[in-house]
């Protein structure tokens, strides 16, 4: 199956959704993600979900703890129903100072508890659909209770898939182990993929007599172009700086210690603290940079990307948003060159 090439849907204000969605569409995305941070993962998704035809929908990622089983499997319901089944469900667990203090929503066991999480979904999911009586009880989550003034009813496309996002072994592991698809974080390599993070898949799928192969893995990449020198240049230097940021959080210093920095994880905490983000980026090295993005010009980037990842992801993504107004012939041939 050809590799798949996605987008970001972010940064727009709603009322400019329906245009944004039918460019990617007609640009030859396969998908469009939204990302919870400064706005609501979901909102843009239902807006996009009228306004494109074949557009694949889907959240990199919503924070699940922010929500509740129920009121997300309702939402998801709703969007899963306007779009006539393209939406893919990309759940993550943010990290506890985020969801206990910005959410103010618990924390504990967080690989243990969103594998809960997904498993009472379906049973919500399975409720919705077949009217089924709910008796879901879980180690953090129930499901216990409905009547038809609160069940929406079923949908044409009812099977939602469920991916999850994450970084280390024991999340990667949660994923083979419930969820149908894993958000590959873009702070990886080649090697970290196929030593740390595919195994640990693998080894959570087995519990269910599936392999890593049944899981469908999808990634964002940092793409260093442009049309100078001085351009590449510059977008260098700005994943260096992402990096740079990443890697100042303990959660992504399993995958600096695979390289052999595990001293830099620590130092650049220590520099964040200290609002110094000039001597972050610049203690991270060259060769991890072009470990991490995909480097090249413009015309490049799209055999780039399938030369790296055909076989190994089932779908990519550019980190950043595709610049409004960029050139529509650039961009249609580069999601061609992707598919090969």
């Known amino acids: 199956m050809a590799l ?56 990199n990622i919503a924070v699940a703890f922010a929500r509740s089983p129920f009121s997300m499997a309702g939402t998801a319901w709703d969007i899963q129903r ?23 929503m618990p924390f504990d066991r967080p690989a243990a508890r969103v594998t809960d999480y997904i498993r009472c979904m379906r049973a919500i999911f399975d409720t919705f659909q077949t009217d089924a009586r709910p008796s879901y009880e879980g180690p953090f989550y129930q499901f216990r209770l409905m009547n038809p003034f609160f069940n929406p009813g079923p949908i044409d496309h009812p099977h939602i ?21 894993f958000h590959i974080h873009p702070m990886h390599s080649v090697s970290y993929l196929n030593e740390v993070v595919k195994p640990a898949i693998g080894e959570g799928a087995k519990t269910r007599g599936l392999g890593v192969d049944d899981l469908d893995l999808q990634t964002m990449v940092w793409l260093v172009t442009g049309d100078s020198q001085a351009e590449m240049d510059a977008a260098f230097e700005q994943v260096r700086r992402d990096i740079s940021f990443y890697g100042s959080t303990p959660n992504y210093r399993r995958m600096l210690e695979h390289h052999g920095l595990a001293d830099l994880g620590k130092t650049l905490s220590g520099l964040v ?68």
């Open 4 to 59: 798949k090439i996605d987008a970001q849907l972010r940064g727009f204000d709603l009322c400019q959704v329906p245009a944004q969605a039918r460019r990617l569409e007609e640009l030859g995305f396969d998908a469009a993600w939204t990302f919870e941070a400064a706005q609501d993962p979901f909102l843009p998704l239902a807006v996009a979900a009228t306004a494109t035809e074949k557009l694949e929908l889907g959240t």
């Open 82 to 104: 306007a779009s006539r089944g393209r939406l893919h469900l990309g759940l993550g667990t943010q990290v506890r100072a985020h969801v206990e203090r910005r959410f103010s």
């Open 161 to 181: 898939p469920i991916y999850l996002a994450g970084v280390n072994p024991r999340m990667c592991r949660a994923a083979g182990e419930a969820a149908d698809g």
């Open 273 to 340: 603290r200290q609002g110094a983000f000039d001597e972050m980026a610049a203690l991270v090295p060259d060769s991890l940079v072009e470990d991490i993005a995909i480097i090249g010009k413009p015309g490049e980037l799209g055999d780039r990307l399938r030369s790296r990842y055909d076989g190994l992801v089932d779908r990519v993504a550019p980190y950043r948003p595709i610049p409004d107004g960029d050139q529509a012939e650039r961009w249609q041939a580069f999601t061609s060159a992707v598919r090969g």
